[in-house]
């Protein structure tokens, strides 16, 4: 076992806070949440089974965590009487950011990455090589490898190369029976699962070569955005509407016109305005800078078929009374991530828990047009049904068997104690 070196006792409760935070602040559910017991920063796989080891016998509850960015509160740690469970179990948070390193193998096109391996780290190396990711989610500059995949989702390139989830070769995870290697249909059992079937401690993800892009901007409606986005073979899209557009306006200090933007990153030429489509292409990595016109934001992030997107704006619009705007990145298969963003002022209780309420209102419309919530976690536990589609008892069954005593993660993914609960009560009172 690797030396241990105390966080000194003046420090603690300092980390111990930090680590019942992501990026999200969702007012009330804090009140289900604890402080971690131990938090673990390993520097190898040993390091990690060790910990597993030590989980295994204290009866402990394992939290992974990344750089927390995931806003889902997928590495939040939840109370044992929020999950129903009378006896407290400690906590051990296990943050894998000091496994960060990884290797470049030019002639397969694929990274070999350590967990913690931040995704923008990897990129400036794979440029020095003439290659560069299929797929990065805009949170690239600060976000983990394992992180994102454990999340799942879509992000820059996704138009072309789909999600992360069609871009990992193969996994290596480890649980409380050892470490095992992954690949093709089994990687269902681990992308988008967040931590609750094993951790990830390598990830195999695919790359390609460097290619000339030329980015092209255009003021068109989102019935008009669809048409360019899957017209040809474009890398990447991202619509930003005017509402959007007068926030990043106020928070980035840019003079954009306030239409409805799209901008197109591709190899092929088209009839676009460049410069508009640079300045875009600059800032994609800033979606939430506007959180500081609240102080604070309320986002709501739901994936719906292309064609539902414009009637689906424009009911989100006319819905949401507050200032508020949405960007949309496009993905193969003709969807597209829509991410709405209502800046608020986190230090007004009152006001900012009702601003909340407009998260669910949308993913009730989202729902109704066809569309699903981006992810599970913690907030969303009770729409994986819907999500997960005809794997879910599949996924469910495999988790029992792999961690039976429900120590991974506990309350992410699945439904499990209060919390869901009360998301389905709040769908069915809130208008
Ligand atoms: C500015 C910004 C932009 C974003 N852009 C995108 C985007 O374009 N596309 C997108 O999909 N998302 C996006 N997100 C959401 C988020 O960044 C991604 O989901 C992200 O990649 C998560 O990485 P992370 O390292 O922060 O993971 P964390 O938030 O730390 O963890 C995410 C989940 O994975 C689990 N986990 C972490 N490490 C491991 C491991 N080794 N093994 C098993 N489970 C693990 C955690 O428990 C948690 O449930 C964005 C977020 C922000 C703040």
Known sequence: M??????????????????????????????????????????????????????KEEGATVVPRGAGTSGYGGVLPVKDIALLRLSRRKTIMI?????????????????????????????????????????????????????????????VGSLKYGGIAENVEKLRVADFSGVKEVEGKDLKYYIGMEGITGVITKAWVKVKEM???????????????????????????????SNYVKLKNEAFGTELP?????????????????SLGEEIWETRFYPMRVRRLGP?????????????????????????????????????GRKGAVLSFIPSDERKFFSYAFTWFNSIRALKLAKSMRGVPYSTGFYLSSEAKLLFGGD?????????????????NPGKVFPVGVFPLAMGILQKVIP
């Open 296 to 332: 604070g934001l309320v986002a709501a992030e739901n994936v719906l078929p292309a064609e539902s997107i414009p009637a689906y704006l424009n009911k989100l619009n006319k819905m949401i009374k507050k200032p508020h705007g949405s960007e949309i990145w496009y993905s193969k």
């Open 95 to 155: 943050d894998f950011t000091r496994m960060d390193d990884f290797e470049i193998d030019e002639e397969k096109r694929l990274i070999e990455c350590s967990p913690g391996a931040v995704w923008w780290e990897v990129e400036k190396k794979l440029n020095k090589k003439g290659l560069t990711l299929r797929v990065y989610p805009t949170s690239a500059p600060s976000s983990t490898v394992a992180g994102w995949i454990a999340q799942n989702g879509y992000g």
């Open 2 to 55: 690797a030396e241990v070196k105390e966080i000194p006792k003046s420090d603690w409760a300092v980390h111990r806070y930090l680590y019942t935070r992501d990026i999200s602040n969702a007012p009330v559910i804090n009140l289900l949440l604890k402080q971690v017991d131990v938090i673990y920063q390993p520097r190898n796989e040993r390091e990690v089974l060790e910990v597993l080891r030590i989980a």
């Open 392 to 408: 879910y008892s599949e996924l469910r069954e495999y988790k029992r068997n792999v961690d039976p005593k429900g120590q991974l």
């Open 211 to 241: 290619e000339e892009m030329k980015y092209y901007g255009f003021h068109v409606s989102a019935k008009e955005a669809n048409k360019i986005v899957f017209a040809g073979d474009h890398y990447a899209g991202l619509f930003l509407d």
């Open 258 to 274: 306030e239409k409805d933007t799209l901008m197109v990153a591709t190899t092929e030429k088209l009839d676009g305005d460049e």
